[in-house]
């Protein structure tokens, strides 16, 4: 079964730091790019940041540029989200999503961030 | 920024109608759109890719169209389990963008 899985999420105050992990199985790791997609409670898809397979092409969101950081272990078929700087409007259920050259085709179930004091 | 606007923001039909969603972006994106169902206490679910392309277990009666400009989601015959809210997504230029949903509610 193709699936990911997300973990991590937790409550942090607003200036601080968390690291996602989302871990792949059931297909080739490497052979996809992947994405962190947000949803914030109530409210819709936001798309946070995406990594190409080798990790050559990263971009994100103008809202977490230079706050945000993703990366991946393909031997270890994981990518992170390394979150910095928090701030309350960070907070949302965060998925991962592979992708195809196409779309987002596997998502996972989510992992919860709270930001406040 | 690709704007994406989605109507009409809730559709209240009976099973066994047809359902029309629209996806309208603000340049064109060509074919590179997705459509996406959500439901309540779950993630996204693929629907439809490249706009028109259903996706794998994905039901005949979803089927998109449009590019450019303008996209539509169809589906022919409601069931009761096709509630929840779709968005589009565009993947034509960074940043990725989605669209603010349509929910769909079975009468």
């Known amino acids: 079964e193709i699936k990911v899985v997300e973990s991590g999420g937790g409550l942090v105050k607003p200036g601080g730091s968390l690291r996602l992990s989302c871990a792949g199985s059931?297909?080739?790791?490497?052979?996809?790019?992947m994405n962190w997609v947000r949803q914030a409670p109530g409210k819709g898809l936001e798309w946070v940041s995406s990594i190409s397979r080798s990790s050559s092409y990263i971009n994100y969101a103008d809202s977490v540029r230079g706050r945000f950081t993703i990366f991946r272990d393909n031997a270890k078929s994981s990518l992170y989200l390394q979150m910095d700087s928090l701030r309350a409007e960070d907070s949302a259920l965060y998925y991962c999503?592979?992708?195809?050259?196409?779309?987002?085709?596997?998502w996972g179930q989510g992992t919860l961030v709270i930001v406040s004091s | 920024d690709i704007v994406l606007t989605q109507s009409p923001a809730t559709l209240s039909l009976s099973p066994g109608e047809r359902a029309t969603l629209s996806c309208r972006a603000s340049q064109d994106i060509t074919s590179y759109l997705s459509w996406y169902r959500q439901k309540p206490g779950q993630a996204p679910r693929l629907l439809i890719s490249d706009a028109s392309n259903r996706a794998t277990g994905v039901p005949a009666r979803f089927s998109g169209s449009g590019s450019g400009t303008d996209f539509t989601l169809t589906i022919s015959s409601l069931e009761p389990e096709d509630f929840g809210v779709y968005y589009c997504q565009q993947r034509s230029a960074w940043p990725i963008t989605f669209g603010q949903g349509t929910r769909l509610e079975i009468k």
């Open positions: 059931g297909f080739d790791f490497s052979g996809f790019s």
């Open positions: 999503a592979r992708s195809t050259s196409s779309a987002f085709d596997c």
